[in-house]
């Protein structure tokens, strides 16, 4: 397939395909259908995976700006998948909320051991307490960094009111 004609791909979707192949084939009657299968996988991983490092290679050697690559959901889910990407999570973290600057988000931490993203949103940024902002931030995030697991958005913090100084009332004049 030409890269012309090649259909958009969704990691995620992709991942769960597999997953329900491998399971209908561990529910067959052939009890060496299911460990084939997940040899072809992992054959198929590394072969992808030594590609890609080859190719994280040659780009780096020739001083082409990885930018453009690393910021591609599909190519970053790839290097991630094979952990090959060279930047950290916290920078690709930084780089799925990049990509969704209406929602005006800012990383409140983050819960190592649940996985646990919590979010902000900036001051004027909305309350980003609607679903749609995390299922956003979730889709984003399930390519740049699929360590997290759960997100929750909190509505920036209220910002003092604006206190307005004006001239002082001039008094009646003295009579």
């Given amino acids: 397939m030409s890269a012309a004609t090649a259909r958009p791909v969704n990691a995620e979707e992709t991942g769960r395909r597999v997953e329900e192949v491998l ?3 561990a529910s067959s009657t052939d009890p060496a259908a299911a460990p084939a299968a997940e040899e072809l996988v992992r054959s198929l991983m590394d072969f992808y995976g030594a590609g890609l490092a080859r190719v994280l290679r040659l780009l780096s050697a020739s001083g082409e700006p990885l930018g453009t690559l690393l910021g591609d959901r599909l190519v970053a889910s790839l290097l991630v998948l094979h952990d090959l990407h060279p930047e ?88």
């Fill in 88 to 175: 950290d999570r916290d920078t690709r973290i930084a780089r799925a909320l990049d990509d969704l600057p209406e929602h005006a988000l800012e990383v409140a931490g983050f819960d190592e051991d649940g996985g646990v993203l919590r979010l902000r949103s900036r001051a004027g940024g909305g309350c980003g307490c609607g679903s749609d902002v995390r299922s956003a931030v979730e889709e984003a995030l399930a390519c740049f960094a699929p360590e997290v697991k759960s997100v929750e958005v909190q509505a920036a913090p209220a910002e003092p009111a604006l206190l307005q100084i004006g001239a002082r009332p001039t008094a009646a004049k003295a009579r």
């Fill in 23 to 25: 399971d209908r084939l």
